[in-house]
């Protein structure tokens, strides 16, 4: 596999450096204390979805200006078609903008409304729900959470109970969602309700609708993670009415929309990117002499073997991601491979993040950024990884996925 740019991409990828260097505000800078949420593609000190409703004028107009600036050129939505507000980006060119703003070190915009809801509406929607939510998600001035799981219904997502009973041209919705998010920050929702308790198998009495946060009867409780940080959050439907026409497909056929919606979610690059700048930041900081004082008594044995080997599998999911974006490149659909992707990323970040933190001894206990070496980024990071191998479909989950449909193996 040669995975050399081609003279084309070579020069797309010159005209977004030249773009981020030029156009990126320069008022927006990174906040130092701010936890980066567990989303792979956000940059450590922005989290763009907060920085939009920051209370700090600067980091709000910041997000925003970024936002209007991706906007004029449909990068918010790379690979939308035009008409819609993208810049019908072929998979490999989404890939490179992708991978030049992480290595920048500039945040994406309205990740989950432009990579999944965008284009299940693209698929799914009416004319009248991609005229109303489309190009508000590519200016980067709506955004949204997915409400999908439940307090019971996570891998056996089918399972899920919050009732949707029709009442004239509305559903009146009851339930509860958990672990939504950035739901706190969103402006929209979309959720999967049970229309029909009867239905046998389960997943075919699901609907899929679309509802805005204000709608009365919604209520959002953000939920505290081990770091202290609220990524996250729960939401209660109490007799909240959301109209018919508010609904993506047909009634008790959301299971399809919500699979295609999850099938959206591409491999990016934005874990490794990620991954590659934590190894070069640790090799760099153990070559210097302050660097040195942070380091485990004895280190030398142990560290520097699994930084070697932490580096190995870095540069291997940069490949597994290269190999699923050409395999998209060439109309092909990645199915298992998403969950190979998925699985190896997870599992990586743990291990990353227990070497670094093993690098530094009793000092990878101090949690304040201050005094810490390397202002605690591997502590953290310990906390951050430890939802990564569930928190978009459990590594057992995965594993049955490649298990079954990439190897064959018999389901029982
Ligand atoms: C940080 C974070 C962000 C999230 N964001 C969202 C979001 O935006 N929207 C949303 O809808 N959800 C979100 N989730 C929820 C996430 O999708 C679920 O946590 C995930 O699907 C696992 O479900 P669960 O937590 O209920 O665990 P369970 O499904 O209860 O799993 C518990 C354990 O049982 C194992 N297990 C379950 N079934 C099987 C099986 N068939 N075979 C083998 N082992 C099995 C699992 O692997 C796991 O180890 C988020 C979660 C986290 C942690």
Redesign the pocket.
Same mark, same amino acid.
Request: glycine letters at 12%.
């Given at each position: 596999m040669n995975w050399e740019d081609t003279p084309d991409q070579a020069a797309f990828r010159e005209e977004v450096r030249a773009f981020v260097r030029d156009r990126f505000p320069a008022a927006y800078t990174p906040d130092p204390d701010a936890e980066q949420s %567990?989303e792979p593609e956000d940059v450590r000190g922005y989290n763009w979805p907060v920085d939009r409703t920051s209370a700090d004028p600067a980091r709000r107009e910041g997000a925003r200006e970024w936002a209007a600036v991706l906007a004029e050129r449909g990068w918010i939505t790379p690979h939308w078609p035009v008409e819609y507000g993208g810049a019908g980006l072929s998979a490999l060119e989404e890939f490179i903008l992708q991978e030049e703003m992480m290595r920048a070190r500039v945040p994406t915009v309205n990740g989950i409304g432009a990579f999944l809801l965008g284009p299940t509406l693209l698929a799914h929607g009416t004319d009248a729900q991609q005229a109303e939510h489309l190009p508000p998600i590519a200016r980067g001035e709506r955004t949204w &959470?997915? @409400?999908? #799981?439940e307090p019971e219904a @996570? #891998?056996?997502l089918a399972g899920l109970r919050t009732r949707a009973v029709r009442d004239g041209d509305h559903y009146v919705v009851d339930g509860q969602?958990v672990?939504? #998010?950035l739901g706190q920050h969103a402006d929209w929702l979309f959720v999967l309700v049970r229309t029909d308790p009867d239905a046998s198998p389960k997943h075919r009495g699901i609907t899929f609708l679309l509802v805005d946060v204000n709608t009365p009867g919604v209520t959002v409780r953000p939920i505290r993670d081990i770091r202290g940080d609220t990524?996250?959050s729960e939401i209660f439907f109490e007799n909240a009415r959301v109209p018919v026409a508010n609904r993506v497909g047909e009634e008790n056929r959301g299971w399809y929309v919500a699979m295609d919606a999850l099938s959206f979610e591409r491999a990016g690059i934005g874990a490794t990117i990620k991954y590659e700048q934590a190894i070069a930041r640790l090799v760099e900081h153990i070559g210097s002499p302050e660097g040195r004082e942070h380091l485990r008594e004895g280190w030398e044995h142990g560290v520097r073997q699994e930084i070697a080997r932490r580096y190995t599998e870095m540069r291997v999911l940069y490949n597994i991601a290269r190999y699923t974006v050409s395999k998209q490149a060439a109309g092909g659909v990645p199915g298992y491979e998403a969950s190979v992707n998925q699985l190896f990323s997870a599992e990586l970040h743990q291990r990353l993040a227990r070497t670094g933190a093993r690098a530094f001894g009793s000092h990878a206990l101090l949690w304040q950024r201050r005094n810490a070496p390397l202002a605690g980024a591997f502590t953290h990071m310990r906390m951050d990884a430890v &939802?990564a191998t569930? %928190?978009g @479909? &459990? #590594?057992?989950?995965q594993r049955?996925v490649i298990a079954t449909r990439g190897l064959g193996l018999p389901r029982s």
């Open positions: %567990l &959470a997915q @409400g999908f #799981s @996570g #891998s056996d969602k672990w939504t #998010s990524p996250f &939802a569930f %928190l @479909g &459990a #590594s057992e989950i049955n």
